[in-house]
């Protein structure tokens, strides 16, 4: 037996001094049907035939129990593209993870989502890109995309799994808030994520389609606060600004391997779902590696966890472990230098190079360019 296949076969365990993360996000697949000029997938895409094997998938989730993870969000891509989903989710009931499918929903029937029930799904989160099939389906590059999310999510009440709406906000279609908020109810939902376009990836090339204005965003504020006191114990909700309007950046995925395990369709494992934009970082992958191992051990991992990578002004700052050091993708991509102080935060000495993106907002809006997958 190869080195490699006897780590493989024994669980790794974990250091009780070192922290233990509660989530792995299994991303199965970067297959979609949808085209969103705002995905957070790679630029680079993972083809089908690079994807993990269903056994493949149910290791690393035996390895995740192993390491104390509690939750698991299926995702992608599109995760009902794989047909083994059922299986996953099967395996995930076994285990006594709490299970997360996220999805547009646009390839599910009835009979699909009966299923998922059946195999012990626990929750699904839907998301929408507007209230208006105009609107939503543009986005969405998509024809018929927003009619079939409705239904899918009047399936998924029907057979009484939780649902979560996950509205996609931005330019346009924050005139819409209150609408899509209302929508959310009428679904039954029982939590909405608003949540403002993030700028990595497709994203971070459409970010001037994508930005809204300042105005915009204090309206959108105005609104949830109102809303969330008139639906208090109807309507959960989260509130995600864009982080260029923010005084102080947001602890991205609760800091940099603290809580969170991403896993891309062909095993590399991630800090966060956005982690492959740094150049200078080299990801383990779960078949070479036990996935508690890669936590406890990867140079990837270790590199930004904790507060002793941090320049000045984080080093020194009094919320150094609060939102640790913001996120090190944005500092790469707005600064060119992962280890920088997050721009978005007030006291970044590069907080200029928000001042281009910022100042083209409300002008007019280039065209998407729109999120390919080529198979």
């Known amino acids: 037996m190869s080195e490699v296949a006897k780590q493989m076969a ?9 922290v233990v993360p509660y989530a792995v996000l ?11 000029p705002y995905c957070t997938n790679p630029i680079d895409l993972e083809r089908a035939s690079g994807e993990l094997t269903t056994e493949e998938w149910k290791r690393v989730m035996d390895e995740a129990v192993d390491m104390g993870v509690l939750h698991v969000h299926f995702s992608g891509g599109e995760p009902t593209v794989r047909k083994d989903l059922e299986e996953l989710i099967e395996h995930a009931a076994k285990l006594g993870l709490y299970s997360n499918l996220i999805t547009s929903g646009v390839l599910l029937n009835e009979a699909r989502v009966q299923c998922f029930a059946e195999f012990g799904l626990d929750h699904v989160q839907i998301s929408f890109q507007d209230t208006t099939s105009e609107v939503g389906d543009w986005v969405a590059g998509y024809d018929g995309a927003h009619e079939k999310k409705q239904q899918v999510a009047r399936w998924v009440r029907d057979v009484g799994m939780p649902l979560t709406v996950n509205a996609v906000m931005h330019r346009h279609n ?5 609408e899509m908020i209302q929508m959310a109810v009428d679904l039954d939902a029982e939590r909405i994520e608003v949540a403002q376009v993030q700028y990595y990836a497709w994203a971070f090339r459409n970010r001037i389609a994508f930005l809204p204005t300042r105005e915009q965003l204090d309206k959108a504020v105005e609104i949830v606060e109102e809303a969330r006191k008139r ?26 391997g603290r809580q969170f395990i991403n896993i891309s369709p062909s ?3 991630l800090p966060c779902h956005a982690a492959e934009v740094l150049p200078d970082l080299e990801f383990d992958s779960v078949h070479q590696k036990p996935l508690g191992w890669i936590w406890e051990n990867s140079e990837a991992f270790e590199h930004f966890r904790g507060t002793t990578w941090m320049p000045e002004p984080c080093q020194s700052c ?5 939102d640790w050091g913001g996120c090190r993708c944005q500092a790469y991509m707005l600064t060119g230098n992962a280890a920088a102080t997050d721009p978005t935060c007030v006291l970044s000495p590069d907080r ?10 409300g002008g007019e809006s280039p065209d998407f360019i729109y999120r390919r997958y080529g198979g």
């Open 26 to 36: 299994m991303e199965l697949s970067h297959r979609c049907p949808l085209q969103c």
């Open 318 to 322: 009094d919320r150094k472990e609060i």
């Open 10 to 18: 024994v669980p790794a365990e974990v250091t009780p001094n070192k």
């Open 352 to 361: 200029a190079v928000l001042d281009e993106p910022l100042a083209a907002v």
């Open 267 to 269: 095993g590399k494992v």
């Open 174 to 178: 924050l005139h819409h808030l209150e």
């Open 231 to 256: 639906l208090k114990g109807v309507l959960a909700f989260d509130f995600v600004v864009p982080d260029y309007y923010a005084q102080r950046p947001k602890s991205c995925m609760g800091g940099w």
